[in-house]
């Protein structure tokens, strides 16, 4: 897929900083349900965190930036510390980020683990639109994310499937 749009990041008046790979960055600390991020829905995940503020759900937002190797001493912490967690990607569901996430938790031993949504994209043909039609239309912009975290808790965060666009 080619990108689309404007990119948004780092300064870049400065000198150039390398990333280690599988490593993350916390951009916002929360307690209520930790957004785990990757590539072009980092910024719509921070925007749904301020939009869950509002509504008094206080989320916790991760650039996890790597797909892999996945930051797995940022996963355990967040495994530990927190009792929803949302992946958020723009990619396909079906073997993507989501998945490899969960993927991982089936390893590890946790005495109470979180309940896990996967938002994404679903395995079906997209119309062409406009990229901020598509993201508006998958609920994988600021707004649609935020909704979506919403109907997650007030289920309990009983997740039977991986969520996205209904």
Not at 94 to 117: H, I, K, N, T
């Amino acid at each position: 897929r080619y990108p689309r749009g404007a990119g948004r990041g780092v300064d870049i008046s400065g000198p150039a900083v390398p990333l280690l790979p599988g490593t993350s960055e916390t951009l916002r600390k929360g307690k209520d349900v930790c957004l785990l991020a990757v590539g072009a829905v980092v910024y719509p995940a921070l925007e749904a965190a301020k939009v869950l503020a509002a509504a008094g759900v206080n989320a916790e937002v991760v650039d996890m930036r790597f797909i892999k190797p996945l930051d797995e001493a940022v996963l355990a912490r967040i495994w530990n510390e927190h009792s929803h967690v949302v992946t958020v990607e723009e990619n396909s569901r079906a073997g993507g980020f989501g998945a490899a996430v969960l993927e991982w938790a089936v390893g590890q031993e946790a005495s109470a683990a979180p309940r896990v949504a996967c938002l994404g994209i679903p395995d079906h043909f997209q119309e062409h639109a406009t990229r901020q039609e598509l993201l508006a239309e998958l609920k994988l912009d600021g707004p649609g994310i935020a909704a979506q975290v919403e109907e997650f808790l007030a289920r309990g965060g009983h997740s039977s499937r991986a969520q996205s666009a209904s």
